[in-house]
């Protein structure tokens, strides 16, 4: 019999959840999506709260919904091997590569550049991510019990900095809305859906799931449908939460651009509008508490990355890949922020089709049967497109000419793939093929199920 929780236990999952959740992207891309969008701001937020809060719940539902034991135990429904990469990519990608970089690279851009004189951002971004890496790498390898207090503390006080914030920005507007910028004049609706690919809030919530299922399980839930409920409601405290900053914060950046013009990124955005309210002291409270949160998703991502390849390669101990990651952190946060966004979108472009294709197979799992076939046959399709989607993009990033073998293909995609301008290409093929091999697998029972 599964214990009945309190609105307070699933009030405090919740606010956990988006204590996890909310990071340094949360912060700048619907900003910047907003600046960008202009007057096409809300169709645009429409795709963005879609990836950027829709696929993370779904996410954090899967993985209650699977009884999986972690990401790499159900990735390993489609393959062992394939479960080891593809988790081991995705721990990279919101870890050292890119995610654990940008907290570093946000909270100055938010917090020390606005202060800075021009022509001392490089080494004043040098000093600065030493100073963040070094008490990042001391305190994921000295457990505080004040890391988790200054987390419970940030939640609220980021809430209410940012409610004042954006109660000012809807009360006394920094300007009008201009017209959108080329990439959301058309299609503002679909850019929006890929730009919430940069948050990486979806592959996180196949992380996250598990931390959150095993609390509600210690909390005396049991059955597999009593832990979707709750996840369920305590999902829904962080979707709102997140979905209301999203569009708060989209809103800020469409009416700011009159003011201060276009930024690259999201973080002068911010700072900008901190100070033109607030003055100094609201952009140095700004900036304590952005430094705060992101150093406790930095303290959060390092030792997770640590574990669970200290698990794959235990010979290596944990202290020596935590040290490993927050160097090699701290080298890529020195590229710059903007730089940092630029080159992880090709790497989202491959790596997000493949974590909502596995979040579908998961609900419809019991349908085909567990069929290891569906689970093979719409990963290897997604894969086809996507890989060549991530190419595609980083070329363009790098303003390269497409590899020659890449453009007959890519002519044959554009041609015959529905949605593959938007960046969905691979949706309707791997859709098509579920369907085929999910039938398949049912009507002639095929034997080839995944150990379960």
């Known amino acids: 019999m599964d214990k009945k929780l309190s609105l307070s236990a699933y009030s405090f999952i919740g606010m956990m959840l988006f204590a996890l959740f909310f990071g340094a992207g949360n912060l700048i891309f619907p ?16 795709g963005f709260l879609l990836t950027g809060i ?36 995705l721990y990279l990608t919101i870890g050292p590569l890119f995610a654990i970089p940008r907290t570093g690279a946000v909270s100055y851009d938010i917090g020390v550049a606005p202060f800075l004189g021009a022509g001392h951002e490089q080494i004043g971004l040098l000093i600065f991510t030493s100073i963040f890496f070094g008490v990042t790498l001391w305190l994921s390898l000295n457990p505080s019990k004040m890391v ?5 503390l940030l939640s609220p006080a980021i809430l209410v900095l940012l409610g004042i914030l954006l109660v000012m920005v809807i009360v006394n507007p920094l300007g009008s809305i201009q017209a959108p910028q080329e990439s959301y004049a058309n299609g503002a609706f679909m850019k929006g859906f890929t730009e919430g690919y940069n948050t990486m809030d979806a592959l996180a919530s196949l992380v996250f799931g598990i931390i959150v299922i095993d609390i509600i399980r210690k909390m005396g839930v049991k059955s597999t449908q009593g832990i979707l409920k709750a996840t369920a409601k305590a999902g829904g405290v962080a979707t709102v939460l997140l979905g209301v900053i999203y569009v708060g914060i989209a809103y800020l950046g469409a009416t700011s651009t009159e003011m201060f013009g276009l930024f690259e990124t999201g973080g002068p955005v911010l700072s900008n509008t901190a100070s033109y309210y607030f ?3 609201g952009t140095l409270l700004m900036a304590v508490i952005i430094f705060l949160a992101c150093l406790t998703t ?26 490993g990651f927050s160097v090699f952190s701290f080298i890529i946060a020195n590229i710059g922020l903007s730089n940092i966004i630029t080159y992880s979108i090709p790497v989202l472009m491959f790596l997000y089709p493949l974590a909502i294709v596995l979040i579908i197979l998961t609900f419809a799992s019991p349908l085909f049967k567990h069929s290891r076939l569906v689970y093979v046959s719409a990963t290897v399709v997604t894969l086809m497109v996507s890989s060549v989607d991530g190419l595609k993009t980083l070329c363009t990033s790098l303003n390269m000419e497409y590899f020659e073998w890449m453009k007959p293909i890519i002519s044959f995609y554009e041609s015959y793939l529905p949605l ?15 369907v085929i091999t999910g039938i398949l697998a049912y009507v002639k029972k095929v034997s080839f199920a995944y150990a379960q």
């Not at 209650?64 to 593809?86: C, N």
Request: glycine content about 14%.
């Open 279 to 281: 003055g100094t002291f």
């Open 420 to 434: 593959y301008s938007q960046g969905l290409g691979w949706l309707i093929p791997s859709l098509i093929v579920m």
């Open 54 to 89: 829709g696929l993370p719940f779904l996410g954090i539902l899967a993985m209650g919904f699977s009884g999986s034991r972690s990401l790499q135990d159900l990735a390993s429904r489609i393959h062992p091997v394939y479960g080891i990469i593809f988790t081991a990519l």
């Open 148 to 152: 988790d207090r200054i987390g419970k």
């Open 31 to 46: 900003a910047t999506l907003g600046q960008n969008a202009g007057s096409n701001v809300w169709l645009a937020v429409g």
């Open 298 to 323: 930095s303290i959060g991502l390092i030792t997770a990355c640590g574990e669970y390849f200290h698990s794959l390669f235990p010979n290596v101990s944990y202290k020596l890949f935590t040290i």
